[in-house]
């Protein structure tokens, strides 16, 4: 006799793996990070977690470090992603065009997104070298600065710096979309538009534009979320220098919970960051009509 | 289109596509000068000298300094951070996405309760940031005894592949029409028979672009192998090279070589599979 799976089973038996791993490595995470969030742990003393309600969200709250790191994040959150959605429209507009050798450009300007952001961040060291780096060389013989620049070690500059690194990684992203969005947008408006005899900018303005919002306010919502939250780009960078100066939350979690070892005020500000990211999403939600059934494709 | 505009596009295309290559073209021509050149003022574009010395110096280290101990070199490790990093790539993508996969049919053709919750976990799944998945992560594999092992960097790259691995995997199958399995099953094959021989042929595509992305994004990953990776031969590459910052005098050659050599892999798929890559992207299953 053979061994036969009915239809139905083999349905339930191919989302079996599916739900062990949502909640292996996704719930759980959660879960145990806002568990520890509440909980005194001492790595030496990994057994012994006493309960302390909000210390931890206190100490947070109370340290000057996290609304500093706060607003550093609101900086860096906010030019990174104004810069990536102004650059990434103008280049999706171009590369739009129908001009020959237009493919090998779209597919050049993908790049960035596969570089690792490691060697970005190398590279990025190397070539903002204040000594005998290249970018200090090539504005100083342009005569645009008259001395060298301390690129990484002021704090101005090494924000500059990050996130410049920040724009020149994500900005793909932003083209890529709106690029879909734009082939998709009728040709025949456009020829109405003419007919009527409006020209390139009305044209942009009263068809374009209001074509690309939607996408358009999703890719700011996503690249606001992601920014706000990235830890590498910076760490790698800067480590968060000068001083504190580019600190950002997903730094300050990490110092806590690496660098001082306290790991329950690290998960206290993971939840605020988790808090944070889903008042984003709601909004995100909110503006797509995401997951409503006639468009959730 | 008039020519002086079609030139204008060009020349911005151009200046910006010099932008984007830079940085790496700048690492390439730093990796292949010797030592002397690389601190000479003003640099030189080009390298008066070629020489594959660092590179030698990564990919054949090992071999020459094979006492272990005290005094062996980081970059001694390259090539063992390289293998690290190709096993645990490819570990977690091949989880992530048999998972995915499997998850992503059944969601499409049977109904469950409870399954429109799964875009909304995705999409919440692959907004988190590591960083709130590391350390409750890492307190497990201590508790289970796996820290500084890469099954327990495997496991944790899951965290961040699987959610848009399911996303991008749901996305694809919706699109797949279900006549012609209908028609198969209605001719007696069984529901495992029409997945393997029907279903999986079609779905190979979007197995490519959603394993390209789980490769890329494990591929790149610093936060999980720094927090759970200790003894110098198990680190995947993108921890082990920031030790090269550690000495009092930072290698500039050395760190450009690895940075070529690091990107070398994502940029060969990358070429191979450009096409489903942009194909990817389309259907939003962009993890950044």
């Known amino acids: 006799m053979r061994f036969r799976l009915s239809d139905r089973q083999v349905g339930v038996l191919f989302m079996l793996p599916l739900l062990v791993s949502v909640a292996l490595f996704l719930v759980w995470p959660i879960v145990e990070a806002i568990r520890l969030s509440f909980v005194r742990y001492n790595p030496l003393r990994p057994d012994d977690q006493p309960f302390v309600w909000f210390d931890n969200y206190l100490f947070v709250l109370e340290d000057p470090l996290f609304w500093e790191s706060f607003r550093q994040a609101l900086v860096w959150t906010g030019i990174s992603t104004l810069a990536q959605a102004v650059i990434g429209v103008g280049l999706a507009l171009l590369l739009h065009q129908p001009l020959r050798g237009i493919n090998a450009f779209r597919g050049l300007l993908l790049f960035p997104y596969i570089v690792p952001t490691v060697v970005i961040a190398l590279n990025w060291r190397w070539l903002f070298n204040a000594e005998i780096g290249i970018v200090n060389h090539l504005l100083l013989s342009a005569g645009i600065i008259s001395e060298r620049v301390a690129w990484l070690s002021t704090p101005d500059m090494a924000m500059a710096s990050a996130i410049l690194l920040n724009v020149w990684k994500y900005t793909p992203f932003v083209v890529i979309v709106v690029l879909a969005r734009l082939q998709t947008i009728p040709t025949e408006l456009y020829d109405a538009a003419k007919v009527d005899g409006a020209g390139a900018i009305r044209r942009f303005r009263d068809i374009t534009l209001p074509q690309l919002a939607e996408v358009l306010a999703v890719v700011v919502v996503f690249r606001t979320i992601w920014t706000f939250n990235k830890f590498e780009e910076i760490y790698l960078l800067t480590r968060g220098g000068p001083g504190t100066s580019t600190y950002n939350l997903a730094l300050y979690a990490f110092d806590q919970a690496m660098a001082n070892l306290r790991m329950g005020v690290g998960a206290a500000s993971g939840v605020i960051m988790l808090v944070l990211l889903l008042a984003g999403s709601l909004l995100y939600i909110r503006l797509t009509g995401f997951g409503r059934e006639d468009r959730a494709a | ?288």
């Open chain 2, 1 to 288: 289109m008039s020519r002086w505009a079609a030139a204008l596009i060009y020349a911005v295309l151009g200046a910006v596509t010099f932008v984007v290559c830079f940085p790496l073209l700048w690492a390439i021509s730093t990796s292949l000068k010797p030592k002397d050149e690389i601190f000479r003022w003003p640099p030189t574009l080009i390298p008066e000298t070629i020489t594959f010395e660092s590179y030698r110096e990564l990919l054949f280290g090992g071999a020459v300094a094979s006492a272990p101990g005290a005094g062996v070199p980081p970059s001694a490790y390259f090539m063992d951070w390289f293998v690290n990093s190709v096993i645990v790539s490819v570990g977690s993508t091949a989880i992530s996405i048999t998972v995915a996969t499997l998850a992503a049919y059944s969601l499409t053709r049977f109904r469950f309760r409870g399954q429109r919750a799964v875009p909304y976990v995705a999409i919440l799944g692959y907004m988190i940031p590591s960083v709130i998945f590391v350390f409750p992560m890492f307190l497990t594999m201590v508790a289970l005894d796996l820290p500084d092992t890469l099954l327990s960097l495997i496991l944790g790259y899951v965290c961040i592949t699987l959610p848009f691995c399911l996303w991008l995997m749901w996305a694809f199958f919706r699109g797949v029409p279900i006549e012609i399995e209908e028609a198969a099953l209605v001719d007696g094959a069984t529901r495992l028979q029409v997945f393997r021989q029907i279903v999986l042929p079609v779905a190979l595509p979007g197995i490519i672009a959603a394993s390209i992305f789980s490769l890329i994004v494990s591929w790149n990953d610093y936060l999980f192998g720094r927090v759970f990776m200790n003894s110098m031969d198990k680190l995947p590459l993108t921890v082990g090279v920031m030790h090269f910052f550690d000495g009092t005098h930072v290698d500039w050659g050395l760190m450009m070589a690895s940075s070529v050599l690091m990107t070398l892999p994502m940029a060969i798929l990358f070429g191979f599979m450009q096409r489903h890559l942009v194909a990817g992207f389309g259907a939003g299953a962009v993890k950044g």
